[in-house]
């Protein structure tokens, strides 16, 4: 595997390549990221990921300086999975000057949910996402559905920007007992560990309701925060919306079934988790 920094250098080695797939990645990875690039083998080659801690999407009370680094492990599991070139640029070789263009999504899909909670996470997002692809240049990117809101973003984005990059979802990997892997998870002392499977839980419980009838989805978003409360956690949101758009779903629509979504953030201790589940 080829370790390069500079968009220069990046160039150089992927000139001629006809199907890049590539993995956009923070870095500290798990199984979850190494199943994206299994992913991005199937759906082109030579398979191409990058490690980059994006200071742009970090709210200014947010992880980026104590973000888990471990570029050596990282290097390894990427060389197993057979990844043609590692893009690991510093912030001088993205960001040279300030980035002063950036991206902004529109209001209804970057500002809610997440976006609510983490004012200009997806600009941030967004922006290093169109940078990484102006670098790479790849015919298809994977992007986890762990991240919903993220992937359906950065879709329309591609969308509307006609970027000749094919966006492909990759399923969520989830530990035995449930919990979405996530590079968070580390933060978890064993105690808070053995408790965050709830979250996935309450997901299914909501999706089972909504799968028994319930219409109500103010009712059962509230039973879920409530339950998660009671077992110590500070939920942000647990919603309930539609797919295609993420925007709520009326009782007409659930009934019309409706392809829905129950998204959730919460936080357990100091470690704030996401996680959703499609209905
Ligand atoms: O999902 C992530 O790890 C990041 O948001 C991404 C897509 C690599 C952009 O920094």
């Known amino acids: 595997m080829k370790i390069v920094s500079s968009i220069a250098e990046l160039r150089d080695q992927l000139r001629g390549q006809l199907r890049t797939a590539f993995v956009p990645t923070m870095g500290n990875l798990h199984e979850g990221h ?27 009370n947010e992880d980026f300086e104590k973000y888990p680094r471990t570029f050596a ?19 001088k070789d993205l960001y040279p000057e300030p980035q002063e263009f950036r991206v902004q999504p529109p209001e209804e899909i970057g500002d809610i949910l997440e976006g609510e909670f983490r004012p200009g996470f997806f600009n941030g ?5 169109l940078k990484l692809f102006s670098c790479v240049q790849p015919s298809v990117a ?11 973003i950065i ?28 590079s968070r998870n580390g933060y978890l002392t064993d105690e808070q560990r053995a408790e965050a499977p709830a979250l996935h839980r309450e997901l299914i419980n909501v999706a089972n309701s909504v799968r028994a ?3 109500d989805t103010a009712l059962m978003e509230k039973h879920a925060m409530e339950k998660l409360t009671s077992r110590g956690w500070q939920p942000d949101y647990i919603s309930i919306r539609k ?15 409706e392809p829905l979504v ?3 953030a919460a936080k357990l201790g100091n470690t704030r988790l996401i996680d959703n589940l499609e209905i």
Do not use: C, W
Not at 74 to 80: F, H, I, M, S
Not at 144 to 152: E, F, S, T
């Open 262 to 264: 129950v998204l959730a």
């Open 34 to 60: 190494l199943s994206l690039m299994r992913l991005a083998r199937k759906h082109g080659d030579p398979v191409v990921a990058s490690i980059f801690i994006n200071r742009l999407q970090f709210g200014p």
């Open 73 to 91: 492990a990282d290097v390894e599991k990427l060389e197993k999975e057979g990844v043609y070139v590692l893009f690991a640029p510093t912030e």
């Open 125 to 129: 997002v967004t922006t290093v996402v």
């Open 243 to 257: 797919r295609i758009n993420l925007q709520p779903a009326s009782p007409a629509e659930i009934a019309k079934k």
């Open 155 to 182: 879709r329309n984005m591609a969308r509307q920007f006609a970027l000749p990059t094919e966006i492909i979802a990759a399923e969520t990997y989830r530990a035995d007992d449930g919990l979405a892997l996530s």
């Open 142 to 152: 994977v992007f986890g559905k762990k991240d919903y809101q993220q992937l359906m």
């Open 213 to 215: 009838g319930q219409l």
